[in-house]
C-alpha cells in the first residue's frame, strides 16, 4: 500500500476507520461466496446440461444404428429376392415385352420397399445383363455407365457380397445436397455365386438430419453427422461443411475420443462446449457444438439472485456499520471531550461509567487520573506556602549565623593578637564551616572545594580528639574539577567519627579516598573503629537509623544521603556499607561524573 494511502487511512477517525473495517469485513466474504456460489452453480448447470446432451446423442446414435441396419436388411432383401435373381440373371438382349414386363416386376418390388418405410432413400439395381431399375425419377448417368473400379463398386466388389457404405465428398450445394451417403452390395448368383449386378441405396441429406434433428436442439448449436474418415455427412442448421472433411480446431480431439464434452473457443474467442458421441456400429460421430452462454442463460436467474443478495447484504452491512461504530465510538468521544477540557484546567469533570468494558475502565482511569491531579495541585499549592513561610523564617534567622560568624571573627582577631596560634585556626576553620553552610546557591560544588570543607571540619575534630584520631585524606588530582553535592561526604566522615573511632579504645584511623573509576567517582570513608553487626547493617540498608551504644548517638545522616542521592541522580548513584563487629567500617559512594553544575540541578533545587 502506498505511504500515501497509509497515511490517510491511519489519520482517519477511529468512527471512520470502523466504518471502513465492517464493511471490508462483510463486503469481501459476501463478494468471495457470491462469486464462488455463482461459479459452481454455473459450473454445476453447464455439467448437467451437457450429461442431458451427452445422453440425447446417444439415443440419436442408436437411432442412426438402427437405420443402418435396417438400410443393410433392405439390401439383402433385394439380394436374396428370388425375382430379382432371376431377372438379373436373364440375357440382357431379350425381346421388349418381356423386359417391360421385368421392369414392372421389379419396379412394384422396389416401390413396395420404399412404401413400407416411408424413407427419403433412392434404389438402385443394376445388371452386368445391361438392365437398370430405379426407384427415382432419373438414373444418374454414373450409376448408368458404372465402372466397377469406381468408388462404391470398386468397394462393393472387393467386399464379396456384403454391404458396404460410402460419403459423398465436395458436394459443391447451397440448398439441396441430395445424396450425401450410400450404401452398396454386389449382387451374386445364389446358385452359382456369378456377379449378377450391384444394387445402391441413395440416403439424402435431409433423411440423415432427420435422424439427429430428434435431439436436443440449443439455440445457437450446431450438430455434426460424420464419418469414420472425419467426412461431415449432414450437419445442422448450417451445411457449407457438408461433403467435406471437419476443420473445426476441436475435430482431432474429436476423432480421437469415443464420447464425452468439453470446453473450446470458437474463432472470434466466444467459449463453447463440444459434445460429442460415436456408433459402435458405424463409426459414426454425431457432434453437437453449442455456445456456452446458450446453457448457462438459466444461471442468469441465480446471477441475478446472488446479486441480490449481496446488494441487500452491503446495504445492511452499511447500517450495522455506521450504527455500530457510532454506539462504540460515542463514549470515547465524550471522553475526549472531557479531556480537552481537563487540558484546559476544569479538573471538575467526571466520566459516567455504565458498563465495565474496557472504554468503562478506561473512564474509571480517567476519573482517578483527574482525581491525583487535583490533589497533586492542591497539595503542590500548600508546599509552596509552605516553603514561602520557610524562606521567610530563614531570612529572617539569618541575623544569628552572621552575627556568630562576625563574633568568631573578632575572636579571630583577638587569638592573633595574643598570638594563640591553636585558637585562631581552630576559629577560622569554623568560620569557613560556618560561611559554607549559610551560602545560597546551586547544590552541587567541584570535588576541590568539597574536600576543602571536609579538612575544616577534620581540623575541628583533631582539635577535639588530639592525637585519637589519624586521619588520611588521598584524592586523585583528575577529580578535583568534577561536581558532586554540597556536604556529600561529611556525613559520613562525622558518622566514622563518632559511631566508629569514638567508641574505640585508643588512637583509630580514617581514610577518604576519592577515585575515578570508569564514567564513575567513588568516594570511599573507612574507619577502623567499632564496627557494626550484622542487625546493625541490615537496619541501616533497609533505611532505619542506626544507634549506636553511646546514648544519643543515632545515624540519621545516611537515610537523608540515600534520598539525595535518588533525588539528584537517580539510579545511577550507589552507596555501599561493610562493616563487623571490631574490625571498622567501609562505606563507599559512587556518582556519575559531572563536569558542571547544569541548570536542571536548579529545578531539582527548586523541587
Avoid at 47 to 59: A, G, H, M, N, P
Avoid at 404 to 425: E, F, G, P, Q, T
Avoid at 444 to 455: K, N, P, V, Y
Wanted: glycine content about 8%.
Amino acid at each position: 500500500m502506498p505511504s500515501k494511502w497509509r497515511a490517510y487511512l491511519l489519520g482517519m477517525q477511529l468512527k471512520h476507520k470502523l466504518i471502513v473495517f465492517f464493511l471490508l469485513l462483510a463486503i469481501i466474504p459476501l463478494g468471495v461466496l457470491g462469486a464462488f456460489s455463482y461459479s459452481q452453480s454455473s459450473r454445476m448447470i453447464l455439467d448437467k446440461v451437457c450429461q442431458t446432451l451427452l445422453e440425447s446423442l446417444s439415443q440419436v446414435n442408436y437411432s442412426i444404428d438402427y437405420f443402418v441396419q435396417d438400410i443393410e436388411q433392405l439390401s439383402m432383401y433385394i439380394y436374396g429376392n428370388e425375382q430379382v435373381q432371376e431377372v438379373l440373371a436373364k440375357d440382357g438382349n431379350r425381346g421388349p415385352e418381356e423386359k417391360h414386363r421385368d421392369e414392372k416386376r421389379i419396379q412394384a418390388i422396389l416401390e413396395s420397399f420404399i412404401g413400407f418405410k416411408n424413407w427419403d432413400i433412392q434404389i438402385y439395381l443394376l445388371g452386368t445383363n445391361g438392365d437398370r431399375y430405379f426407384t427415382g425419377e432419373l438414373l444418374p448417368r454414373e450409376y448408368n455407365e458404372y465402372n466397377e473400379n469406381w468408388g462404391l463398386f470398386r468397394i462393393a466388389r472387393l467386399s464379396g457380397g456384403n454391404v458396404v457404405w460410402d460419403t459423398h465428398y465436395a458436394m459443391k450445394k447451397t440448398e439441396d445436397f441430395g445424396v450425401v451417403l450410400s450404401a452398396g452390395r454386389q449382387i451374386r448368383d445364389i446358385n452359382s455365386n456369378e456377379p449378377l449386378g450391384y444394387v445402391v441405396i441413395d440416403i439424402g441429406e435431409a433423411e440423415a438430419a432427420d435422424k439427429y434433428n430428434k435431439a436436443q436442439q440449443i439455440p445457437g448449436g450446431q450438430m455434426y453427422l460424420s464419418d469414420r474418415n472425419g467426412y461431415v455427412i449432414s450437419s445442422s442448421p448450417s451445411k457449407h461443411q457438408v461433403g467435406a472433411k471437419l476443420t473445426e480446431a476441436f475435430a482431432s480431439r474429436v476423432s480421437k475420443g469415443t464420447k464425452g464434452y468439453f470446453r473450446t473457443t470458437d474463432a472470434e474467442g466466444e467459449a463453447q462446449m463440444v459434445v460429442y458421441d460415436t456408433s459402435q456400429v458405424t463409426g459414426f460421430k454425431l457432434i453437437s457444438v453449442v455456445p456456452v452462454s446458450s446453457l448457462t442463460k438459466d444461471g442468469a436467474v441465480i446471477r441475478n439472485l446472488t446479486l441480490l443478495i449481496m446488494i441487500a447484504g452491503i446495504v445492511l452491512s452499511i447500517w450495522l456499520a455506521i450504527v455500530l461504530s457510532v454506539n462504540v465510538t460515542r463514549p470515547l468521544r465524550k471522553l475526549g471531550g472531557l479531556m480537552r477540557q481537563a487540558e484546559t484546567g476544569n479538573l471538575n469533570v467526571t466520566f459516567p461509567t455504565q458498563y465495565d468494558d474496557e472504554v468503562g475502565q478506561l473512564g474509571r482511569s480517567f476519573n482517578k487520573m483527574v482525581a491525583q491531579l487535583h490533589t497533586l495541585i492542591e497539595q503542590d499549592y500548600q508546599k509552596q506556602i509552605r516553603v514561602q513561610e520557610a524562606e521567610l523564617k530563614a531570612i529572617q534567622a539569618q541575623f544569628n549565623p552572621h552575627f556568630l560568624y562576625n563574633v568568631l571573627d573578632s575572636i579571630n582577631w583577638m587569638a592573633r593578637i595574643h598570638k594563640i596560634d591553636d585558637i585562631s585556626r581552630t576559629v577560622l576553620s569554623l568560620g569557613e564551616l560556618l560561611r559554607f553552610s549559610i551560602r545560597k546557591g546551586q547544590p552541587f560544588i567541584t570535588i576541590e572545594e568539597d574536600m576543602q570543607q571536609i579538612r575544616n571540619y577534620l581540623l575541628l575534630q583533631k582539635m577535639r580528639y588530639r592525637d585519637k584520631l589519624n586521619v588520611v585524606v588521598e584524592v586523585d588530582d583528575e577529580v578535583l574539577s568534577y561536581y558532586t553535592l554540597k556536604l556529600l561526604i561529611q556525613p559520613l566522615v562525622e558518622n566514622a567519627i563518632t559511631h566508629g573511632l569514638e567508641m574505640k579504645e585508643g588512637m583509630g584511623t580514617l581514610r577518604i579516598e576519592c577515585r575515578r573509576e570508569q564514567d564513575k567517582v567513588v568516594f570511599t570513608v573507612t574507619d577502623d573503629g567499632a564496627g557494626m553487626s550484622e542487625d546493625q547493617l541490615r537496619q541501616l540498608e533497609s533505611g532505619s537509623a542506626y544507634r549506636s551504644s553511646k546514648s544519643g548517638n543515632t545515624a540519621i545522616g545516611l537515610g537523608n544521603l540515600r534520598k539525595r542521592l535518588e533525588l539528584y541522580f537517580g539510579e545511577e548513584a550507589g552507596l555501599s556499607l561493610r562493616s563487623a563487629p571490631g574490625a571498622g567500617t567501609v562505606v563507599k559512594v559512587t556518582i556519575p561524573i559531572r563536569e558542571s553544575a547544569g541548570e536542571e540541578l536548579d529545578q531539582a533545587n527548586d523541587r
